[in-house]
Structure formats: structure tokens, C-alpha cells
């Protein structure tokens, strides 16, 4: 617990790394981190554009509902498959650099914060231009608040379990595959009532509809908000006992 | 006057030996002392997991001013100390220490950023060791002076060769005023002139430092910077002496 708020407090330390780790990502190329926003929203739209032919559906509309959802997903999905990974990457700063191991972690978070804001921005520039209606700002915040907590919960949990059992970062992109097509971002439950248990029990379906619903104005019901505090709590629990048992092991992992 | 000591007390560290293949397994079987390295052990009655003794029962005790050399064969433990004393790793057992801002100089390229110019990378490694806005900026015209590296320092620093890495580096690593220098064994590296000035910038990084403890092989190195000699092989301290007389009578 101390670790993870002494790592917090060294603000200019994880913003460092984390320009450090887009500073690989897109050395040399001329967008640089743009690339993040640029890729989000020709993918949104190739998607859009293919299965808004193949389920009927009004473009403008669907591009919303996918663009409004594929940004949070976006956000958790690299907090597992990144995360699980956080401090095997850094291992070479962790042996070398004395520092709290949890900067590693609050860098990914920033990171991560950074490139899904933008791509919320976009979206919500783009709802309030076709739909015409008033941001509800403050459950879309709630919203991704709640995502942000999740996320920094999950890449701590499997963060500390990757280092220790690497099989788990190559197995992370597979799974989070086959969420990505059972979890409603492509498409929706339109009364298929024999689908709904895909909706119900999925977590995944919670984090994206606290940011989405909000996002292009849609109702959400009061229920969605508790069961994503709940696994927001739920991660962050598992998380702090996870990291309490291993953090002081974990660098010998690496 | 801020308290500077360090201080160890009976620590021992164990690494274990993850994801062995079967040879390997055979070998820890055997339960070896080697000639190099700390021991590797069997934990107890646990098949299969194993781990190496890097660290066995240290206490050691550095007072402000004292400047400790550390001595001992490739593996005997040495860098794992340092890394201790920085907090880097928490020992298994035992009780450590550590009272004033410490400087490791333990890898100096470490964290620098290939694809980042000279200028950058003191921003990016001055940063990482936890030092100011300020004390980067009013460092840049100290390390442009010590590196000689003129233009250079706007181009990226995979263009440069390794010994020119090598002084960014260190001038970066040197950069700061900390009360508690640690050093592993590098800075006998690079040419013969960026050593007598890079053994002068130590000189004055030392200087006004609290205590230093440095992992050196080196006879020089001890006499230049050092009072006192630790031994350390298998991870034990063997004896502390003073440094004087011949080096013959250290071993």
C-alpha cells in the first residue's frame, strides 16, 4: 500500500516513462502518438461502415455505438494483455533503477488514460454534432473513472501474475480475442433473449457500458454503475492482496 | 546534519530458480558450492524448486564518511549487496538500513533510450533517478562540458558509438549530489583518458557524498577512492580490513 502511493507521488517519474514507452513505440514516425487516435478511428470506421451494411443499420448511428464502445474496451484490453506484461518490459529499469515498483504500473495507467481520453473526445464531438443533445459530462467522467480504477486493478494483478508465471502474457491476446466477439461492442442484444446471458455475466459488458451509454446518450439503468464499482472494488482487492504478498519478491522474478 | 548510515543486519537473499528444464533440475539436485557464484540449494523437501544463496547472513554497518570497497570473485555477491543497500531488492531474511539520498550508479546506461537524442536522455535519466526540473537544467552545461560531445548531443543516441554512451552516461549518473554513493564495478571501462577523467568527476561526485560503498577488483580504484575493504565470497562477508600496506596481505 505504502509502495503503491509512494510510487503515485512521483508524478514527473511515471509521466517520464510513460513518454518513454510512446517514445519507442513511434520513434521516427511522423504522427507519433497520433497514431493511437488515427488507428482507433479508421478501424471504427472500416467496422462501422462494414457491419453497419450487414445489420441494417443506420451509419451514423452504429459508428457511435462502436466508436463509443471500442474506446473503453480498447482501454481495459491493453490493461490486461500490457499489463500482464508491465513489469517484465521494465525489468531492465526495476534491476537497475531504485524506484517503487508501482511507477511502472501508475505509467501504463497514465498512458493508457491519455490515449482512451482522446479517443473519447473524438467521439463525443462526434455525438453531440449528429444527435444534437447535451453531454451528460458527469456519468461519462463516473464512467471512466470506474475504468480507470478496473484497469489499474487489473494491470497490477496480472502484472505481478505475469512476471511470475510468464505464460500468462502470451496467453492474455487470445482471450481477450474471443471477448472482444462475445461481449456486445460489435453488436447488440436487439431481443435476442438467448444472447443475454453473454451481457448479464460479462464484466467486460459493464466497463464499456459505463463509458458508452453516456457517451452517445443513451439511458443506462442505475444497475450497470453498481455492478462496475463493484468489479472495480473486487479488482482493486484482489489487486492489493496479490501485490502485498509478491511486491517485495517480484523483482527477484524479473 | 541529516543521520547518513547504512546498515545491514544478518541479510540473506535467496533467488529462486524459475521455470528449470529438467537438466538443470538434475544439477540443483546436487546441492553445489561452485567456485563462482553463491550457492545453489534445493528448498526444503519442495522437488524442483530451487534457489541460489546470493546473500548469506550479512552485517555490515557504514558510518557517514567511511568509503567501502567491495571485493570478491565474479558472482560472490557483490552487485547483489549494492542492490540491497539501494533498495532494489528486499533480502529474504534480515533487517536493512539505508538513511540519506542515494545515488546507484550500479549500470549507468540503464533506462537511457536509444531512440532519444544526447539532450533528451538527460531529461529521461535525470528524471529516473529522481532529480529536480532544476537540477537537470543546471546540470546540462556541466555534463556538455564533461561529455565533449558538442552536437552531438541533439543527435539520437544509437548513432553514437559506445564509448561516447558511455561518458553521456556516467556524466548523467554523476550528475546529482546525494548523500550515499554506490558503485558497481563499471568504472574501469572506456578509454584510457575518459578514466583519469572520469576517475577526477568521481573524485568531486564523491566528495561531498556521506559514504560510499564501491564493487571494484581493481587495486587502483580502492587506493584512489576507499578506506576500508569488504571481502565477500559465497555471499559471506570473509573479513573487513583498512586499507594500507601491501595488497598482497588483503587476500
Sequence with gaps: MNNLVEGLRMRRRWMMLAKIYQGRRFQRSLLGEHWDLLNYVLTVTALGYLFSVLFHRDFAEYWLYLAGGFAPWLFVSAALTEGSNVFVRNASFAREIPMPVSVYVWALVWKLVRISAFQIFVVAAVSIWIKSFSLALLPLCAGFVLVTISSFALILLFGVIGARFRDVIHFMPNILRGAFFLTPILWTLDRREELRWLVDYNPFFYLIEVVRAPLIGETIQAGAYLVAVVIALVGMLAAMLVYALAHRKLVYWL | ?251
Design chain 2, 1 to 251: 546534519m541529516t543521520d547518513i548510515r547504512i546498515e545491514l543486519d544478518n541479510v540473506s537473499l535467496a533467488f529462486p530458480l524459475l521455470g528449470l528444464r529438467e537438466q538443470a533440475k538434475r544439477t540443483v539436485k546436487r546441492a553445489l558450492t561452485l567456485g563462482v557464484g553463491g550457492s545453489i540449494r534445493e528448498s526444503n523437501g519442495k522437488h524442483g524448486k530451487a534457489s541460489i544463496l546470493a546473500l548469506d547472513q550479512v552485517t555490515l554497518k557504514v558510518a557517514r564518511g567511511e568509503r567501502l570497497a567491495l571485493t570478491g570473485h565474479n558472482g560472490a555477491g557483490k552487485s547483489t549487496l549494492l542492490r540491497v543497500i539501494a533498495g532494489i531488492y528486499s533480502p529474504t531474511s534480515g533487517a536493512v538500513i539505508c538513511r540519506g539520498s542515494v545515488a546507484a550508479l550500479l549500470n549507468p546506461a540503464a533506462g537511457m533510450q536509444k531512440y532519444a537524442t544526447g539532450y533528451e536522455n538527460i531529461w529521461i535519466r535525470g528524471t529516473l533517478q529522481g532529480m529536480s526540473k532544476d537540477e537537470i537544467e543546471n546540470s546540462i552545461a556541466d555534463i556538455e562540458n564533461f561529455t565533449e560531445l558538442g552536437e552531438y548531443l541533439n543527435l539520437p543516441i544509437e548513432k553514437y558509438s559506445s564509448g561516447m554512451r558511455l561518458r553521456l552516461a556516467f556524466a548523467i549518473a554523476t550528475a546529482q549530489r546525494p548523500e550515499i554513493v554506490l558503485i558497481d564495478e563499471w568504472i574501469n571501462a572506456g578509454d584510457q583518458r575518459f578514466r583519469a577523467k572520469a576517475r577526477e568527476r568521481l573524485q568531486g561526485f564523491i566528495g561531498t557524498s556521506g559514504a560510499l560503498v564501491l564493487a571494484t577488483h581493481s587495486e587502483k580504484v580502492i587506493r584512489t577512492f576507499c578506506q576500508k575493504i569488504v571481502r565477500v565470497d559465497h555471499g559471506r562477508v570473509q573479513w573487513v580490513k583498512p586499507v594500507a600496506g601491501k595488497e598482497a596481505q588483503w587476500d
